[in-house]
């Protein structure tokens, strides 16, 4: 049977989960369709369709998609749901806030944050801050699933050429309305997109020293900044630069942290970083067993001598 992968996208263009999204559903085996909801979203749906490896795109335009409610677009993903064994989604605020629903009236279970394919109806899936690797097996016949997309390399975004079919939109459910939105603008990339990170932790003493220390590094690299959740709880970062298991979960290809002791929490969200460099002062610091390169420095002195040679 086909597999459908619910496409993430801002109308516009798609967002890179969903091409992580598009490889799991490829390890699972059978062709794979996306389907694309939205309004004025025939961009996205024409990336879908260039994504290589798919067979198929499903684009549902209408007023009532526009928002991305998840009623909406729950009840759009039911009305194709019938022929397909799979429906996948990304791991993210938009994919775990219409999968449960989509599960629910399917009356199967959900399987959460899968990282591996071991076979079409066994999964692995991290547990207790990533410390342990479940192993999942589904009897459903239609698996709802959520994709970790640390978990997957990419399927290449160019290289495909599926047929775009439009289908008919639903009408507007009524279960919810959309009020407004406060999107944060970032001068850098974002966070889970990011190809470089350089994150803080509570050693950076205050908001202002994470400024002054942080930003030249980041400047040089073009990298996004992000923080531990002790530094967001003291209120030196805003919410939105938290890594970990509370925060994003992030593979970078360089993850470079400074004053960050390295709780499990924290490792959670960005231990699967291709190359991860750690700075502190603390010997004993977690966050060194995990790293590929350490420096034991006081990161207030060994921060702005990185940026001076680079």
């Not at 909801?37 to 024409?46: I, Y």
């Not at 749901?81 to 629910?104: D, M």
């Not at 959520?146 to 599926?162: I, K, L, P, W």
């Not at 020293?209 to 959740?229: M, N, Q, W, Y």
Request: hydrophobic share 50%.
């Amino acid at each position: 049977m086909p597999i459908l992968v619910i496409a993430e996208h801002d109308h516009g263009t798609l967002k890179p989960a969903t091409l992580n999204t598009v490889a799991a559903a490829q390890a699972i085996g059978g062709d794979v369709h996306v389907l694309v909801a939205g309004h004025d979203a025939a961009a996205a749906a024409q990336a879908a369709a260039r994504i290589a490896g798919v067979a198929k795109v499903l684009h549902a335009d209408g007023a009532s998609l526009a928002e991305q409610l998840g009623e909406n677009v729950a009840a759009q993903v039911m009305a194709v749901a019938q022929g397909y064994g799979h429906i996948l989604f990304a791991a993210t605020a938009h994919g775990k806030n219409v999968a449960p629903r989509v599960a629910a009236l399917l009356d199967v279970a959900q399987l959460s944050d899968i990282s591996k394919v071991v076979s079409p109806d066994t999964f692995e899936r991290p547990i207790y801050a990533g410390n342990a690797i479940a192993t999942v097996q589904s009897t459903d016949a239609v698996k709802v699933i959520t994709v970790r997309a640390t978990g997957f390399d990419a399927a290449a975004a160019e290289g495909g050429s599926a047929a775009v079919e439009g289908i008919e939109a639903v009408a507007d459910g009524g279960l919810s309305r959309f009020v407004g939105s406060e999107i944060a603008k970032l001068d850098r990339p974002e966070l889970t997109a990011a190809k470089i990170i350089v994150s803080g932790g509570r050693a950076m003493g205050s908001s202002e020293k994470f400024h002054e220390v942080l930003e030249p590094l980041a400047d040089k690299l073009g990298a996004a900044i992000g923080a531990s959740r002790a530094a967001v709880d003291a209120g030196y970062a805003p919410n939105d630069w938290q890594v970990g298991q509370t925060g994003k979960i992030v593979a970078p290809q360089l993850y470079i942290a400074c004053g960050i002791s390295g709780a499990i929490q924290h490792l959670a969200g960005m231990k699967d970083s291709k190359v991860i460099v750690a700075i502190n002062k603390d010997p004993e610091a977690p966050i060194f067993s995990v790293a590929d390169y350490g420096l034991e420095a006081d990161l207030f002195q060994a921060v702005p001598e990185l940026v001076a040679a680079l």
